[in-house]
C-alpha cells in the first residue's frame, strides 16, 4: 500500500499569515492527491484536486503544487475561517490512503 | 440539488452486523464510482472501500476485506455497506463520498458505536 506521511500533525499560525502543509508518498504517484478540510462536526470538503486543481467555489488564498512523491497545500493569508483539519488522499492505486491530518489551530 | 444522505447507524453489539446506506439525488449515480470513508471519534480519516459504476469492481483497505461489503443499486440510487462481525474499533462516522479521481463530494455521514 502507499503510505502517506503528512506534516506538520499540528500548526498553531494567526490570521494573515502563510502555511505550508505537506505530503509525501512512499511511491510515484504522479498528481493523483487531493486536499480536504475539514471542520469540526463536518463532513470533509475536496479543496485541491490533482495536486494543483482549485476546487470550483474555493478562495484563490488555496493553492496546491508537486507531483510525484512530494506535495504542498498553501493557504497565501489566513482568513478566520480557514482554521480546520487539513488531509492529502491519494488516489493513484487502491487502496486509497490519507495522511494522518494537520490541525490548524490559531 | 446534489446531495448523498446516509443511514442504518446505530448501537450495535460486538459480533454484531450492520447494513449502512447511502440515498443519492441530484446527479446521475450511474454515472459516478462511489466510496466509503469513517473516522473514528477524534481521529483521522480512513477510506474503506469504492465501487465502480456498474459494481464489476469493488475495492476495499486492507483491513476491511473480508468482513467489508460494498454494493450499490444503481436502480434505487443507493450505495450500501454491509459490516459483519463488527468490533469496537469499527466505531465511527462512516460517510458515502461521490468519487472522480478520489472522493469528491461527501455525504453528512452516519455514526456506529458498538459497544455492549
Known amino acids: 500500500d502507499i503510505q502517506m506521511t503528512q506534516s506538520p500533525s499540528s500548526l498553531s499560525a494567526s490570521v494573515g499569515d502563510r502555511v505550508t502543509i505537506t505530503c509525501r508518498a512512499s511511491?510515484?504517484?504522479?498528481?493523483?492527491l487531493n486536499w480536504y478540510q475539514q471542520k469540526p462536526g463536518k463532513a470533509p470538503k475536496r479543496l485541491i484536486y490533482?495536486?494543483?486543481s482549485l476546487e470550483s467555489g474555493v478562495p484563490s488564498r488555496f493553492s496546491g503544487s508537486g507531483s510525484g512523491t512530494e506535495f504542498t497545500l498553501t493557504i497565501s493569508s489566513l482568513q478566520p475561517e480557514d482554521f480546520a483539519t487539513f488531509y492529502c488522499?491519494?488516489?493513484?492505486?487502491?487502496?486509497?490512503?490519507f495522511g494522518q491530518g494537520t490541525k490548524l489551530e490559531i | 440539488e446534489v446531495q448523498l444522505v446516509e443511514s442504518g447507524g446505530g448501537l450495535v453489539k460486538p459480533g454484531g452486523s450492520l447494513r449502512l446506506s447511502c440515498a443519492v439525488s441530484?446527479?446521475?449515480?450511474?454515472?459516478?464510482?462511489m466510496n466509503w470513508v469513517r473516522q473514528a471519534p477524534g481521529k483521522g480519516l480512513e477510506w474503506v472501500s469504492a465501487?465502480?459504476?456498474?459494481?464489476?469492481?469493488?475495492y476495499y483497505a486492507d483491513s476491511m476485506k473480508g468482513r467489508f461489503t460494498i454494493s450499490r443499486d444503481n436502480a434505487k440510487n443507493s450505495l450500501y455497506l454491509q459490516i459483519n462481525s463488527l468490533r469496537a474499533e469499527d466505531t465511527a462516522v462512516y460517510y458515502c463520498?461521490?468519487?472522480?479521481?478520489?472522493?469528491?463530494?461527501w455525504g453528512q455521514g452516519t455514526l456506529v458505536t458498538v459497544s455492549s
Open positions: 463520498a461521490r468519487g472522480v479521481g478520489g472522493p469528491e463530494l
Open positions: 441530484g446527479f446521475t449515480f450511474n454515472t459516478y464510482s
Open positions: 465501487i465502480s459504476t456498474g459494481s464489476s469492481y469493488k
Open positions: 511511491q510515484d504517484i504522479r498528481n493523483d
Open positions: 490533482a495536486a494543483s
Open positions: 488522499l491519494q488516489h493513484n492505486k487502491y487502496p486509497y490512503t
